[in-house]
């Protein structure tokens, strides 16, 4: 299927309109800032000679009688210049370029009221009628009179545009020997690009701009192919957890659906009704406690615990939960034990004491009668290993001075086979599956203790105990 371009240009094309829009932008861009810059210029020199016209009228007539004023202002000064003459109550006395007695009282012109005041100045009037501005300059006399002078010259946008033919040649010009440029520039440019082959990114020779882009590319391919491993044996455990769940959810449904369906028949003499409403009690607990496990485990593999990591006490946690279990202990004739004075980390407190929960429980369930459960938790200072020394090696994850909290769950059970220490932590796994209805649980702890101990950074080993039975190590950060 052959590729969609609905919106982004080819490279070759970007290049040439970018080339030939930054050209053109330039060209345009030079041109207004420098007429502008030779407008105001000029504009600048015009108003200050304009300024000093005004001043040598001014010069010239106050050396003269007042009541010369008009005909010298007739007589002597003409030209492009206008010259007006003001009284200082804004009659118009004199005006170069129209009759006084049609010509409203000037008094409130901005010029006229500077110069009474300050005794001179130079103002512009934009005319949009015309286009044009109007520049004026006035100075006060020595009777208190005002003469004015005002010149009529293009405004800014008239200059520029008497000045967009020269541009618009230049511009052509311009697009001409940019078209040819980008051209040749374009096809030197992709030459190298065109001839990339991605099957094999890190063998091309190309920009060296474009080395990080190989290299992730090659990146990417390696990554692709590992998560497609990865998504496969995905695939295979989810289908396989899938049908345990499915496995273990039917045997207590089937039970509780065969009693229940007893029960609302009236098939159960009334002395077997407690019998019955408990074992339905008992296979609801355990479904209740494989829902549980299975929703505990989705959190911890979408690593969407919402606990804030907060510092826990794991000695205070196992002491609470050895509380817990004390009634389940008391019924299987097993003895726990919780050793330790300092045992400090930081974590969440509900997935700590699910973890020492999980552990003990089957340190019980998993004995015998007169046997013992011992949790011993302390703090162990951690060797310094050199980096790239295997598993052990610091990552930066823990400093080695802060040392590591180790806490050790002991039994006097059957023990795991040394086989098995490796599979205890599957999913639904059982050592021992012919007992896996006496005994109870769902098959989900220790895979919900592994899931713990990684959250909390850690690491589990399964030792055998002195007496024949496990150890379970588990070694995690210290606060």
């Given at each position: 299927?052959?590729?969609?371009?609905?919106?982004?240009?080819?490279?070759?094309?970007?290049?040439?309109?970018?080339?030939?829009?930054f050209?053109?932008?330039?060209?345009v861009?030079?041109?207004?800032?420098?007429?502008?810059?030779?407008?105001?210029?000029?504009?600048?020199?015009?108003?200050?000679e304009?300024?000093?016209?005004?001043?040598?009228?001014?010069?010239?007539?106050?050396?003269?009688?007042?009541?010369?004023?008009?005909?010298?202002?007739?007589?002597?000064?003409?030209?492009?210049?206008?010259?007006?003459?003001?009284a200082?109550?804004?009659?118009?006395?004199?005006?170069?370029?129209?009759?006084?007695?049609?010509?409203?009282?000037?008094?409130?012109?901005?010029?006229?009221?500077?110069?009474?005041?300050?005794?001179?100045?130079?103002?512009?009037?934009?005319?949009?009628?015309?286009?044009?501005?109007?520049?004026y300059?006035?100075?006060?006399?020595?009777?208190?009179?005002?003469?004015?002078?005002?010149?009529?010259?293009?405004?800014?946008?008239?200059?520029?545009?008497?000045?967009?033919?020269?541009?618009?040649?230049?511009?052509?010009?311009?697009?001409?020997?940019?078209?040819?440029?980008?051209?040749?520039?374009?096809?030197?440019?992709?030459?190298?690009?065109?001839?990339?082959?991605?099957?094999?990114?890190?063998?091309?020779?190309?920009?060296?701009?474009?080395?990080?882009?190989?290299?992730?590319?090659d990146?990417?391919?390696?990554?692709?192919?590992?998560?497609?491993a990865?998504?496969?044996?995905?695939?295979?455990?989810?289908?396989?957890?899938?049908?345990?769940?499915?496995?273990?959810?039917?045997?207590?449904?089937?039970?509780?659906?065969?009693?229940?369906?007893?029960?609302?028949?009236?098939?159960?003499?009334?002395?077997?009704?407690?019998?019955?409403?408990?074992?339905?009690?008992?296979?609801?607990?355990?479904?209740?406690?494989?829902?549980?496990?299975?929703?505990?485990?989705?959190?911890?593999?979408?690593?969407?615990?919402?606990?804030?990591?907060?510092?826990?006490?794991?000695?205070?946690?196992?002491?609470?939960?050895?509380?817990?279990?004390?009634?389940?202990?008391?019924?299987?004739?097993?003895?726990?034990?919780?050793?330790?004075?300092?045992?400090?980390?930081?974590?969440?407190?509900?997935?700590?004491?699910e973890?020492?929960?999980?552990?003990?429980?089957?340190?019980?369930?998993?004995?015998?009668?007169?046997?013992?459960?011992?949790?011993?938790?302390?703090?162990?200072?951690?060797?310094?290993?050199?980096?790239?020394?295997?598993?052990?090696?610091?990552?930066?994850?823990?400093?080695p001075?802060?040392?590591?909290?180790?806490?050790?769950?002991?039994?006097?059970?059957?023990?795991i086979?040394?086989?098995?220490?490796?599979?205890?932590?599957?999913?639904?796994?059982?050592?021992?599956?012919?007992?896996?209805?006496?005994?109870?649980?769902?098959?989900?702890?220790?895979?919900?203790?592994?899931?713990?101990?990684?959250?909390?950074?850690?690491?589990?080993?399964?030792?055998?105990?002195?007496?024949?039975?496990?150890?379970?190590?588990?070694?995690?950060?210290?606060?």
């Amino acid at each position: 299927m052959a590729l969609k371009h609905l919106k982004v240009k080819s490279l070759a094309d970007k290049i040439f309109t970018s080339v030939l829009a930054f050209t053109l932008g330039i060209i345009v861009a030079l041109a207004a800032v420098m007429t502008t810059i030779y407008y105001v210029s000029y504009e600048h020199d015009a108003e200050a000679e304009l300024a000093a016209s005004a001043q040598d009228a001014a010069r010239y007539l106050n050396a003269t009688p007042s009541a010369d004023n008009e005909p010298i202002l007739e007589a002597q000064f003409s030209g492009l210049t206008r010259y007006t003459l003001i009284a200082p109550d804004g009659t118009v006395l004199y005006d170069s370029a129209a009759d006084t007695t049609g010509m409203d009282n000037h008094a409130d012109r901005p010029e006229v009221q500077q110069a009474a005041a300050s005794g001179e100045a130079v103002t512009m009037r934009y005319s949009e009628t015309l286009g044009t501005d109007t520049v004026y300059a006035a100075v006060k006399l020595d009777d208190g009179s005002i003469v004015r002078l005002s010149e009529t010259r293009h405004s800014l946008l008239s200059f520029l545009g008497n000045m967009l033919v020269p541009v618009l040649v230049a511009l052509v010009v311009a697009v001409v020997l940019v078209f040819v440029l980008s051209r040749v520039l374009t096809s030197r440019i992709m030459k190298p690009i065109d001839a990339l082959d991605f099957a094999n990114p890190l063998d091309n020779e190309i920009y060296e701009e474009m080395d990080p882009l190989l290299t992730r590319i090659d990146e990417q391919q390696r990554q692709l192919k590992q998560q497609n491993a990865e998504l496969a044996q995905a695939e295979n455990l989810r289908r396989d957890f899938s049908s345990n769940v499915s496995h273990e959810m039917k045997t207590p449904l089937q039970v509780i659906s065969g009693y229940a369906e007893l029960m609302k028949n009236d098939m159960v003499q009334p002395a077997d009704r407690q019998k019955f409403a408990a074992l339905i009690y008992d296979e609801a607990q355990a479904m209740r406690s494989l829902i549980t496990d299975v929703l505990t485990l989705s959190r911890l593999d979408e690593a969407a615990f919402g606990d804030e990591a907060t510092p826990v006490d794991l000695v205070a946690t196992a002491h609470r939960v050895a509380g817990r279990l004390e009634s389940f202990a008391a019924g299987q004739g097993v003895s726990v034990q919780v050793e330790g004075a300092c045992a400090l980390i930081r974590g969440s407190e509900t997935l700590a004491e699910e973890m020492l929960y999980n552990l003990i429980e089957n340190g019980i369930r998993y004995n015998h009668p007169g046997g013992e459960v011992v949790v011993s938790l302390g703090m162990e200072p951690v060797g310094v290993v050199a980096a790239g020394e295997g598993a052990a090696a610091w990552v930066g994850a823990r400093r080695p001075e802060a040392g590591e909290v180790v806490v050790r769950v002991s039994d006097t059970g059957s023990g795991i086979p040394a086989d098995m220490r490796d599979k205890v932590f599957e999913r639904f796994f059982r050592v021992d599956k012919s007992r896996s209805k006496e005994t109870g649980g769902t098959g989900l702890g220790l895979a919900i203790v592994k899931h713990a101990v990684i959250y909390h950074g850690g690491t589990i080993e399964v030792e055998e105990s002195p007496t024949g039975g496990t150890v379970f190590v588990l070694r995690l950060p210290a606060a």
